[in-house]
Every structure is written in structure tokens, then in C-alpha cells.
């Protein structure tokens, strides 16, 4: 058994003992509310009600019981497809589940089989992190999954609301959104249209973002250079003998003068007054 799966992951695994599967009335068996996929793309399902009608269901679904009727905990996609497929019960292996490990189980699984978008993931997570306010590095032991991992997940919620659905209909990948996520909104909207629009690569994105660090750098000091008295500055320079920056701003002018030390801020001042005098 892999440790690193935590404890959700043991109670849904095979436990070397032999099963007994029930026949359940579908319409007895009621969703998690831990229920971490918020979404099954049509074609998957589509594909399963298939595979279900020409052989039949393979693998049970898993549930616990909640007075007469039953909880789903692992098999979503499987009683969805099922109950497409028009069948009114399902196999089904019942397990006796405590409240507080539902939720872990239901990430747990989904995680560990790659079912979910990276927003589902992080909302979850989330969930995990509130709900039974554990840190990340809590919630790592226990899910099996990175604290930076789990950190940059969870960074993902800051997006805006139309990057976090272009990941989520899988237009973006984790990649690109972990670059996304360091963007200011407009930057990080319009990239992410053209991530989606254009399919540009993770190093193609980061180029781009270089190359626009980079122009915005010379727009910086283009404009810096552009606010500058030079006329005033080298008539400085000739006066005190040492370099000067001469900055024009809307409530004055700035002059910036190198000093090395004290002294020599004293040596500069009593020039600049005994010139005065001698005028």
C-alpha cells in the first residue's frame, strides 16, 4: 500500500478480503455533497453508457449507509452512466465511512485517478482546508500531494472568474495557469484568451511575458529619460564638477546629486555658496 495516498484513499482500495456487492436501487442512492468534479465532459459519459449497455458494469460503485437509503462516495460517473444506460440498480459495495473521512475520500480518489480540472482540485482542497482546518502541510500527509503543489492549487481561486472557466473546459492548462496567476487582471484576461484562442505553448507564454517585461522596462526609462532637464543638468555638472540628475515633475524640479559622505555633502554645500558670493 502507497502511504503517500493517505487515509481516504485505504478505505476505497481493495482490502485483500473478498467483497459483498449489493444490487441498489439507483434512485436510493443520493450524491456527496463532498463531491469534489462539478462537471463530466458529455463525451466520457457517452463512452461509459456504451461500455456499460455492451458489457455490462465492470467495477461497483462504493456508498455508505444514511438510514434506508445510501450515499454515494465513490462511482459518480459510473451511476450517472448507468442510470443512462436505463438501469434501475446498480452493484454497489457498501461500506461503513464516518462522516470526516468523506470528504478526504471523495478528493483522495478523484485526485489519484486524474478525474478532476485543476479548479475542481483547488476548490476542494479549499473545502478540506476550512472545513477541518488543517495547513497545507496537513492536508499533504494526508492526501499524498505536495505542499507546494497544494499552495499553487489553491492560488489558482484568485484568477478571474473567465480564466477559472477556460481551465476548468480545459482551454488552459495547470501550466499555463501558474503563470496566469502572478498576472494583473487585464494582462491575465487577455493572455489567457489567446492561450485558449491560439493554443500557445507554456515557454511560448513565458517568452512573451519576458519580451513585455522587457519593453516596459524601455517605456519606463524612455519615459524617466524623457522627464529630465538636460540643459539644467550639464549646466550643473560644469558648476559643481560632478554628475547631476535633474528630474521635471508636476510639483517642481528633483536634483539628484551623488555624495559619497558627509564631507562631502559639507565640501559641495560651501562651494555652491561660495560661488554665489563670488557672482
Known sequence: MNKKLGKGIVLLVPTGEVEELSEIPIDDI???PWQPRKSIQPETLELLVQ?????????PIVVRPLGKTYELIAGERRL?????????????????????????MSLTENIHREELTPIEIAEALKNVLDIKKITQEEASNKLGISRSQIANLIRLL?????????IQKGAISFGHAKILVSLQEPLCLNLAKKIAEKGISIRETENYLK????RNNNKTRN???????????????????CKVQVMVKNDGLYIKVPIQSRVKLLELVKEIFSKNENQ
Open 30 to 32: 443520493s450524491p456527496s
Open 51 to 59: 461500455s456499460i449497455q455492451s458489457t455490462g458494469l465492470i467495477q
Open 80 to 104: 450517472k452512466a448507468a442510470r443512462e444506460a436505463g438501469y434501475n440498480s446498480i452493484k454497489a459495495i457498501v461500506r461503513e465511512i464516518p462522516d470526516d473521512a468523506v470528504m478526504e
Open 158 to 166: 484568485n484568477l478571474p472568474e473567465e480564466v477559472k472557466s477556460l
Open 211 to 214: 519580451l513585455l517585461e522587457l
Open 223 to 241: 519615459n524617466r529619460d524623457n522627464n529630465r532637464d538636460v540643459f539644467l543638468e550639464n549646466f550643473l555638472k560644469s558648476k559643481l564638477s
